[in-house]
């Protein structure tokens, strides 16, 4: 089971290809709002090159869709296609080991978890985000944890939900007593911020144009569950309840044997541990009405491929 089998990938790109396919068919578009934006700052970046570096824009998302983004509305959807046979890649990596029935139905499960093949469908920026945590957790199950480590530095420019991961890799590699790889982190942050200030003269411009900032009264708050409150219609029921199975099983796995204890380590403390603070971070900025949370259920399309792993 080291080796990748050949239809591996074609399976992958079956899946996808279906998503592609339905987006084609579809007469509309499904997020309206801030899908269309998106999409008119990937695609018109190469007329208007400042907005490669636009923060709302999400600036990492906004170069590697652009390309995409040519093609018309459906490129979105083609691109977030291309990042979820990605991101089944990269899981095939410490799945190999768990057996045939996993690597056969993580690509399926993770697509028709509700909020995650929506976003495909809508080109939205959570898809590519969630590719992220998969190439980065799959360095640092292979011990790269300088090349994680970069990987993590860009996230701040992927989607906001960085706050929820990268803390916990970090914390993953000085428990392995890392530390070269350490100050990588500020990798990212350098590189846009040397971007900034040829372009706008800023080298902090990340944080000085941070979008989610103010007009609180214009957002709103709303209760403290309200996202556990829509698990099941958020990741759909069979995910929701095998998640919580596996948890179970790979606990008593990880009793049983201890062979299987550092890979369950690391998917506890770079896997589930991100989900639960994804979800507890959202819900305390909806809450409390902090950083311009609108209460979006999308936001939890970030740690389907986490919680499909």
């Known amino acids: 089971m080291r080796r990748s089998p050949l239809w591996v990938l074609p399976w992958w790109v079956l899946c996808a290809a279906?998503?592609?396919?339905?987006?084609?068919?579809?007469?509309?578009?499904?997020?309206?709002?801030?899908?269309?934006?998106?999409?008119?700052?990937?695609?018109?970046?190469?007329?208007?090159?400042?907005?490669?570096?636009?923060?709302?824009?999400?600036?990492?998302?906004?170069?590697?869709?652009?390309?995409?983004?040519?093609?018309?509305?459906?490129?979105?959807?083609?691109?977030?296609?291309?990042?979820?046979?990605?991101?089944?890649?990269?899981?095939?990596g410490l799945l190999r080991r768990a057996g045939l029935m996993a690597r056969l139905l993580f690509a399926p499960m993770l697509l028709l978890t509700p909020v995650y093949g929506t976003m495909v469908l809508a080109g939205m920026t959570e898809v590519f985000f969630g590719l992220l945590t998969m190439i980065v957790l799959r360095l640092l199950w292979a011990e790269r944890h300088v090349a994680a480590v970069v990987v993590a530095s860009f996230m701040p420019f992927a989607?906001?939900?960085?706050?929820?991961?990268?803390?916990l890799v970090l914390i993953w590699v000085a428990y392995k007593r890392q530390w070269r790889a350490l100050p990588f982190i500020l990798t990212g942050h350098v590189v846009y911020g040397i971007a900034g200030l040829f372009v706008f003269s800023d080298l902090l411009r990340a944080f000085h144009q941070d979008p989610y900032t103010g007009a609180a009264d214009i957002y709103g708050s709303g209760e403290p569950l309200h996202f556990a409150e829509h698990l099941k219609e958020v990741f759909g029921t069979s995910l929701t309840w095998s998640a919580g199975a596996a948890v179970a099983a790979g606990t008593w796995l990880g009793v049983r044997d201890a062979g299987?204890?550092?890979?369950?380590?690391?998917?506890?403390?770079?896997?589930?541990?991100?989900?639960?603070?994804?979800?507890?971070?959202?819900?305390?900025?909806?809450?409390?009405?902090?950083?311009?949370?609108l209460g979006l259920l999308r936001v939890m399309a970030t740690a389907a491929p986490l919680l499909a792993l």
């Open 18 to 92: 279906w998503a592609v396919d339905m987006r084609l068919d579809s007469p509309g578009i499904l997020e309206g709002g801030d899908g269309v934006q998106h999409y008119q700052i990937a695609r018109y970046a190469w007329q208007h090159p400042e907005l490669f570096l636009h923060h709302w824009g999400k600036p990492l998302f906004t170069l590697f869709a652009s390309p995409f983004a040519q093609l018309g509305h459906w490129g979105m959807a083609l691109f977030n296609a291309v990042c979820f046979v990605l991101t089944a890649w990269a899981a095939d």
């Open 159 to 167: 989607r906001p939900e960085y706050v929820a991961f990268v803390p």
């Open 260 to 293: 299987t204890r550092p890979t369950l380590r690391l998917l506890f403390v770079v896997g589930v541990l991100p989900c639960l603070a994804i979800i507890a971070v959202h819900s305390l900025l909806w809450w409390q009405g902090w950083k311009g949370s």
